[in-house]
């Protein structure tokens, strides 16, 4: 029988790692298929405290994880198929095997919904991004590119219109699907401009291994034209990582999990941090936040306090 078995190894799961094993609660981390979580897809993080010239991404998580594994975390490579939180001690299905524990602390994180082109991959994080909050300090006085007409877009937009030279909004309607204010605020900014009715269906240049474009085809006319560029925002949302959680846990609309009073969820012993409860900040450092506090929970339920 497990204490604590922590599902993610981004922020949020690496953090509760090392709060719960310096608790002695010896947790088991289940790393998944991306080890790290959606930070590593980025190359220099320059807004985590402490680090004045930034640090390298990989760094910091692999950082993160020694650091835990120093105070007695177990890792455990692989995924988690099936979970049963209807009774006590939780199951947990990692690919054949089968594990029981007192509790579960869930940061699986959230995906980015993607273009679903060839290039995006091999360019995240050397123009490509999907975080203008993360990644906007990179693209001042420089032309971008944001994708997508929601609300989503249109915060990416806002904020990096305060930095980049000119943000040109790509949107595959003949009108924003964003809320009326969040439209108004962004059609009035002066650097915000909108290509309508058209799509990305190239990003350039895989040669030199950065951003240098995009192809842009209009949806009515057919017509392709060529879209010079420093960097590409994709602001079209994310997916939580909660399909394994579906009828086991209260999730919203959007399948984000529903937290209260911290990182409680609707399961006793069972919690949640990190970008798979927060549609809002989705941040790195909010989510090791949040992964302390599912972390100073869990071990408040495990020791009978609660």
């Not at 089968?98 to 869930?106: E, G, M, P, S």
């Not at 991959?121 to 032309?143: N, P, Q, W, Y």
């Amino acid at each position: 029988m497990n204490n604590l078995i922590i599902i993610g190894s981004g922020p949020a799961g690496l953090t509760s790692a090392i709060y719960a094993s310096r608790a002695q609660l010896n947790p088991i981390v289940i790393e998944g298929m991306e080890p790290g979580g959606q930070l590593t897809t980025t190359t220099v993080v320059e807004n985590w405290p402490g680090y004045p010239d930034g640090v390298d991404a990989q760094t910091l998580m692999n950082n993160m994880r020694e650091q835990a594994k120093r105070f007695g975390t177990e890792f455990i490579s692989g995924e988690v198929k099936k979970i049963d939180l209807k009774k006590e001690p939780f199951t947990l299905t990692v690919g054949t095997e089968k594990r029981d524990t007192n509790a579960v602390i869930i940061a699986t994180g959230a995906s980015p919904k993607m273009l679903g082109l060839s290039e995006e991959k091999k360019l995240i994080g050397r123009g490509v991004s999907t975080c203008a909050t993360c990644d906007g300090f990179f693209f001042r006085e420089k032309e971008v590119l944001v994708v997508g007409g929601g609300d989503t877009a249109m915060e990416e937009a806002i904020y990096l219109s305060t930095l980049a030279k000119n943000v040109t909004v790509i949107h595959r309607r003949d009108e924003l699907r964003a809320s009326k204010i969040m439209q108004q605020k962004a059609k009035r900014i002066k650097n915000i401009n909108f290509t309508w009715d058209s799509v990305v269906v190239e990003i350039h240049d895989l040669h030199k291994n950065t951003v240098t474009g995009a192809s842009i085809k209009n949806i009515r006319t057919g017509k392709v034209f060529l879209k010079e560029c420093d960097g590409i925002f994709i602001g079209l949302g994310h997916i939580p990582n909660t399909d394994f959680l579906i009828n086991q846990l209260e999730l919203d609309k959007n399948g984000f999990i529903l937290t209260r009073n911290g990182s409680k969820t609707s399961v006793p012993g069972v919690f949640a941090a990190g970008d798979v409860s927060d549609p809002v900040y989705k941040q790195a450092i909010t989510s090791a936040g949040k992964g302390c506090m599912a972390a100073l929970d869990a071990e408040k339920f495990i020791q009978g306090l609660e």
